[in-house]
């Protein structure tokens, strides 16, 4: 059942980048969601100038950048989703109560069989404002070790395609430690010279 549910979320999935600003995130971005089978990539009040950039980053991407919607409003962006997951990076939330990471993904997975769902990913200065995770019905924190204030966008993005998967691949990673221990490497089981 739980793959059932990851492919309706990864076709029911809107992630929104709101004003991003660096070309290499853009293209990161657009990367993971290839590399995840994520089709459905909205900019809304973009700050990218250079797209050149972004396509050189987004390898094998280019038909996600290609088809990115763009929007000027933020709640454009969200307006067709039934659920709308914020991110930040920020410890203390104005009257909001932030979800985990894998509580958040479970919640876009439970409303995306009711409808187009969007997680959104604000800019690299500034995150999301709380006006605009108002427009969000959960906020899910992530954490960002050391002395960055906030984790990146391209990392926040990377954090939320990996959770949905995640626990499909708890078991391959255990046994891909044992086998490094045991002279094989890499999930692909290789021999290690």
């Known amino acids: 059942m739980e793959g059932a549910t990851s492919m309706l979320l990864r076709r029911q999935l809107r ?5 991003i600003q660096s070309p290499e995130n853009l293209g990161a971005v657009a990367r993971l969601l290839a590399n995840f089978d994520l089709a459905v990539l909205r900019l809304s009040d973009s700050r990218v100038e250079d797209i050149d950039a972004a396509h050189r980053t987004a390898v094998h991407a280019e ?20 659920y709308v997951l914020g991110t930040s990076g920020r410890d203390a939330l104005r009257g909001r109560n932030p979800v ?4 958040g993904v479970e919640r876009l997975r439970a409303a995306a069989t009711r409808g187009p769902v969007a997680l959104v990913l604000g800019g690299e200065r500034r995150g999301l404002s ?9 906020v899910a924190c992530i ?31 255990r046994r891909s430690a044992r086998c490094s221990a045991g002279g094989w490497s890499g999930r692909y089981g290789r021999p290690t010279a």
Do not use: F, I, N, Y
């Open 15 to 19: 992630v929104v980048l709101h004003q």
């Open 63 to 82: 038909h996600v950048l290609a088809a990115a919607e763009r929007m000027s409003r933020l709640g454009d962006a969200v307006a067709d989703a039934v």
């Open 100 to 103: 985990s990471p894998e509580e």
């Open 130 to 138: 709380d006006e605009e995770l108002a427009l969000c019905q959960d």
């Open 143 to 173: 954490p960002a070790p050391g002395p960055q204030p906030c984790s990146s966008t391209s990392r926040r993005g990377r954090t939320r395609r990996h959770r949905p998967r995640s626990s499909q691949t708890r078991g391959r990673r």
